[in-house]
């Protein structure tokens, strides 16, 4: 949030602090004047109630008092006295003993009250209810003057006053009961100067002295704090007209009487020559202010030029550092941009774009200058292991150390880069004659034979290069890529880990199969291949109750590849396994996802090159089925002739097994192999599928006719299903249907569709059939 | 001849001396010293020994102990064992003697639990110098018919006006101790005198007048003092049956050094006030009852 600031000008800051100085001064002069007046009414009625509250005290303590000789009264041994008396006994034979008590009670209890409140008792007795004076206890520390027997014995709860006594004094006397009858009486006589006591302790906590006395109801002076001088205090008082207060203390008819002593010019803050000083101060301070108002307009125009030089200043500052750092923050982002599009991020090598940039511009050289420029295709020979053993990371690793090693092993005016994956260009300018590139390329393998350390595995992985030397081996970029790619495969056919010169002369087949197989390795981690399915259907319905699935390759390079051309291709390098277990295990994932309650079918073909690891296989259908939730009868496996003519125990065994937890299996292209009839008996099949060479000319030639109802008869006679292949023709179904082959499959019913399509394939096909 | 019998004369007297000399030694103050104990025998009574492991008397002989520098024990016992167990001989009164009965294991040195002074005791045990004033006097219930007396000045003469209050009057008593009847003749005065157990302890007397087993009972001053505060109006006194006694410690007669011992610490402790604040402590009452004794 901004933040606004009200700017004044020096004139009118001084103006407006005069002003509010003038009328802060005024404000003060006019309250301090009303405050005083309250002040004095505040005042008195602050002494009205400490009067109040002092009477309140005193009638309290008399409460006390009063209190106390009840409780003395009610003491035992003042009641068993009277008892045992009642009782007859003689002071000589037990009932001295209780007076005696009695005697130590009232003793015990006037040291006890002296102690605890500092009264001092003048005398303390007891009377029988005939005015018998029982007890005349004189303790001996307060002037005695009086006798008990000159007392009133009746009871009273207030105090009475003994004015007639020099000293004047408070009788307090209280019955003693016994089964409510009065008996007795215990009176206690103490000064009434006591009564001041209270008084003088909470006095004694005030601000101001206090001069108080107690009164009886007609004004005499029964106790004063200082009682000679109080009547001159009280008299003149009165003349100065000076608030007297009173206030009565309980029921006991007596008053306390206080003079006022405070007034208030006490205070420096009230009094009224602290508001006369107030008004005699504000006139310096208005000279004052105007005087700086003079010197104020002096400076202004000075001071407000200074002010906005130095602002703009610092504006512009600010703003220059900004472009500066917008500038910078520009370069680098723009450096880093340029670098990301021409140099490999993994090696930090020239990319594929450099690399064709400066084989061009080298080419153009060779061209002007007749020089020779050599290309260099470099493979890694063992890559793939190293990345599939342990991880991508170390592939990674891998990668960054060998580029380092071929950067070391180059000249720095050559180029060294990385096209992609494990293949590197090596483009070396002016390279004369064949020894130089022949030492150049010896240079490159020397640099990667030595072993790789990777997170603790060492490893060797060699290279495969291709050589193509301008302008034999090409007079454009383009080619001279091409060409030293052939020459690169040529090597790798030639055993690995040497480099080969291209020559027109190589065999074209043979280093494109090698590019097949090589881009094959790569098909799976490139996302190039998927799965087809084409449905199978009931024939007497219509009603797809299976699909096949159908593996498909589509390469960057060779375009749509034939399952038939790559798949000779991944039997004979091993790559059906890693196929094979991707196709069973995406296949039986898809279709459980998409699959209704039909429970449909999923037909898979197996290389029986994949039989050759059986525990593999069997591995990978468990885990394909556990993964998928797809059940095993759902699933079934075709395999072809060829697989049962060794009549292999471990292929005997895996397929028992495969049987035994469910799955089906079917006999893929029966008739096209080598049709030993008796394998159908001795192995667990469930389906038999006649191949499409036979489907097609039916039913026109009868030869095919004849042998596919033989066929139908034997599957049926082994209690096999039987699923007709190629199907294109309604007379094919027709001929099937009357055949009794339950099954078929071709491009009369469905050709092979991608995932989505079956999915509404399947989703038409239920609306059919409900 | 005269020979041998000299020898059987001096073996004699030998003997004799020796066996005086032994008698005289034991629980006297060098054999006291040599044990390091002081042994007292006392019976829980009033404001003496309360039975809680403090009163008068205890307090008193814990304190002379002390000054002996031997170790303070106290042995109780009652009022029928209490001379036998501090002379190895019981001890009863029989008419106005006292009658000695039946060996006993001697099992303390001093009997101190408010014993009064009287003749039959004398005879049997040594008395210390008087401890506490005391006298008995008879109790009855507050609504018993029996008015206290008129005192006239005259123990002797109040005395004589109490017991003629007696006739048919039950009185309870406790032989072989202060409030003994035969002490004071009330077989005389046709009262119905009823004897408590001998295991009963003096300060059973007043409740069992409140039991009503008896409609008025004998009982010592200080007991009674105690007593008027306790039960304030339930009990009153009559008048006095006995005249003024005194209490003391006892000793066994073989103990002389340990009671001048004793005398001589009661002397001191009387001279600096100990044994007046004692007093106050236990017997408040009993300074306005006795003036001058504990002067």
Not at chain 1, 148 to 154: M, V
Not at chain 2, 63 to 85: C, H, I, K, M, P
Request: with cysteine.
């Amino acid at each position: 949030m901004k933040r606004h600031r009200l700017r004044f000008s020096g004139n009118s800051t001084i103006i407006m602090v005069g002003a509010i100085v003038v009328l802060y001064l005024g404000t003060i002069i006019g309250f301090g004047h009303i405050g005083q007046a309250r002040l004095r009414q505040a005042l008195l009625l602050q002494e009205q109630l400490v009067i109040d509250r002092q009477a309140a005290e005193v009638a309290h303590f008399v409460r006390q008092l009063q209190q106390e000789v009840e409780n003395l009264a009610a003491d035992q041994s003042v009641t068993s006295f009277l008892a045992n008396r009642d009782l007859g006994m003689s002071m000589r034979y037990g009932l001295r003993a209780s007076l005696n008590a009695v005697q130590r009670r009232f003793r015990s209890f006037a040291q006890s009250l002296r102690q605890e409140t500092g009264v001092a008792v003048s005398q303390l007795g007891f009377h029988d209810a005939d005015g018998k004076m029982l007890l005349n206890l004189d303790p001996g520390d307060a002037a005695s003057d009086l006798s008990l027997r000159d007392l009133p014995t009746a009871p009273s709860t207030t105090p009475m006053l003994l004015r007639d006594q020099v000293h004047p004094k408070l009788a307090f006397t209280s019955p003693v009961t016994i089964k409510d009858s009065v008996r007795a009486s215990v009176t206690m006589v103490v000064e009434a100067k006591t009564l001041l006591r209270p008084l003088l302790d909470s006095s004694s906590t005030l601000s101001s002295p206090q001069r108080i006395a107690v009164t009886d109801k007609d004004g005499n002076v029964v106790a004063a704090e200082h009682g000679p001088v109080w009547a001159h205090w009280y008299s003149a008082a009165q003349r100065h007209g000076q608030p007297i207060k009173e206030a009565r203390i309980g029921e006991t008819g007596l008053r306390i009487v206080s003079l006022s002593q405070a007034t208030l010019n006490n205070g420096v803050i009230t009094s009224s020559w602290f508001l006369a000083a107030l008004a005699g101060v504000s006139l310096p301070l208005v000279w004052g202010i105007i005087h700086l108002l003079r010197l104020n307009n002096h400076n202004l125009v000075l001071k407000t030029r200074y002010q906005s030089t130095t602002q703009q200043r610092v504006m512009l500052r600010q703003q220059n550092e900004r472009l500066q750092r917008e500038i910078d923050k520009r370069l680098a982002s723009e450096e880093k941009l340029a670098h990301q599009a021409s140099y490999d991020q993994l090696t930090g090598l020239p990319n594929r774009n450099l690399a064709t940039d400066r084989l061009a511009q080298a080419v153009k050289w060779a061209k002007r200058e007749d020089g020779k420029v050599l290309v260099m295709f470099l493979d890694l020979d063992r890559f793939k292991q190293v990345n599939d053993s342990l991880g991508h990371s170390a592939g990674d690793e891998l990668l960054r150390q060998a580029s380092k090693r071929l950067q070391r092993a180059i000249r720095d005016s050559d180029t060294v880069s990385r096209l992609g994956g494990d293949e590197f260009l090596v483009i070396c300018v002016d390279a004369p004659n064949k020894n130089q590139w022949e030492h150049c390329a010896q240079q490159l393998l020397n640099a990667l034979s030595k072993p790789f350390v990777i997170g603790g595995h060492e490893f060797y992985i060699g290279a495969s290069i291709g050589v193509a030397v301008y302008p034999h081996g090409g007079d454009e970029p383009i080619k001279l890529l091409k060409n030293a790619d052939i020459a690169m495969y040529a090597a790798k056919e030639r055993g690995r880990n040497r480099y080969c010169l291209y020559d027109p002369g190589m065999d074209v087949a043979t280093v494109q199969r090698l590019q097949l197989e090589n881009n094959l390795r790569h098909a799976l981690e490139r996302n190039e291949m998927h799965i087809a399915y084409q449905p199978i259907v009931e024939l007497v319905s219509g009603r797809t109750i299976a699909v096949e699935a159908l593996l498909r390759w589509d390469n960057p390079q060779f375009g749509n590849v034939s399952p038939d051309r790559f798949i000779p291709i991944a039997e004979e390098t091993g790559l059906i396994h890693e196929i094979g277990e991707w196709v069973l295990y995406n296949a039986c994932a898809q279709i459980a996802e998409i699959q209704d309650n039909s429970r449909l079918r999923l037909a898979i073909n197996l290389s029986t090159k994949q039989f050759s690891r059986p525990a593999h296989l069997l591995d990978a259908v468990l885990r394909a089925l556990r993964h998928s939730g797809l059940m095993p009868f759902q699933l079934e496996l075709e395999v072809t002739e060829s697989l049962l003519i060794d009549d292999d125990p471990e292929v005997v065994r895996l397929l028992g097994q495969l049987d035994r937890i469910g799955v089906r299996l079917s006999v893929d292209d029966f008739g096209t192999g080598y049709s030993a009839l008796n394998y159908l008996q001795r192995f667990p099949f469930d389906v038999l599928k006649i191949d499409r060479s036979f489907t097609a000319q039916i039913p026109d030639n009868d030869a095919n006719a004849t042998l596919i109802r033989a066929i139908i008869a034997m599957a049926h006679a082994l209690e096999l299903e039987v699923v007709a292949e190629g199907i294109e023709r309604r007379e094919q179904a027709g001929f099937l249907l009357v055949q009794h082959c339950e099954y078929g499959q071709g491009y009369l019913y469905s050709k092979p569709l991608s995932l989505d399509e079956l999915e509404i394939h399947l989703g038409t096909d239920a609306a059919l059939s409900a | 001849m005269f020979s041998w019998f000299m020898r059987q004369v001096a073996l004699s007297l030998t003997v004799f001396v020796l066996a005086s000399a032994g008698i005289a030694g034991t629980g006297d103050l060098d054999q006291i010293r040599r044990d390091g104990v002081l042994r007292h025998l006392g019976i829980p009574y009033a404001n003496f020994v309360t039975g809680a492991g403090d009163g008068l008397d205890v307090e008193l002989v814990r304190g002379f102990a002390e000054s002996l520098g031997v170790r303070y024990e106290f042995v109780e016992t009652n009022w029928s064992q209490a001379f036998g167990d501090l002379t190895g001989r019981h001890a009863r009164r029989t008419g106005r003697k006292a009658e000695r009965f039946g060996n006993t294991p001697v099992r303390g040195d001093l009997i101190a639990n408010g014993m009064t002074v009287l003749d039959w005791r004398a005879e049997v045990v040594d008395f210390s110098e008087p401890t506490f004033p005391s006298g008995v006097w008879l109790i009855a219930q507050a609504e018993s018919p029996l008015s206290p007396i008129n005192p006239t000045g005259l123990i002797s003469s109040d005395i004589i006006e109490t017991k003629a209050r007696l006739p048919g009057v039950s009185v309870l008593a406790l032989t072989n101790t202060c409030l003994d009847p035969g002490l004071y003749n009330l077989e005389a005065t046709s009262a119905e005198i009823r004897l408590l157990p001998k295991e009963r302890k003096l300060n059973e007397m007043i409740p069992a007048l409140l039991n009503n087993d008896g409609e008025t009972t004998l009982l010592d001053v200080p007991d009674a003092l105690i007593a008027l505060q306790r039960w304030p109006g339930r009990i009153k006194v009559i008048g006095p049956i006995s005249d003024d006694q005194q209490m003391a410690v006892a000793f066994r007669p073989s103990s002389p050094e340990l009671r001048t011992a004793f005398n001589k610490y009661l002397a001191g402790t009387r001279a600096n006030g100990d044994y007046a604040r004692l007093v106050e402590k236990y017997y408040p009452s009993v300074f306005d009852y006795f003036p001058g004794f504990f002067d």
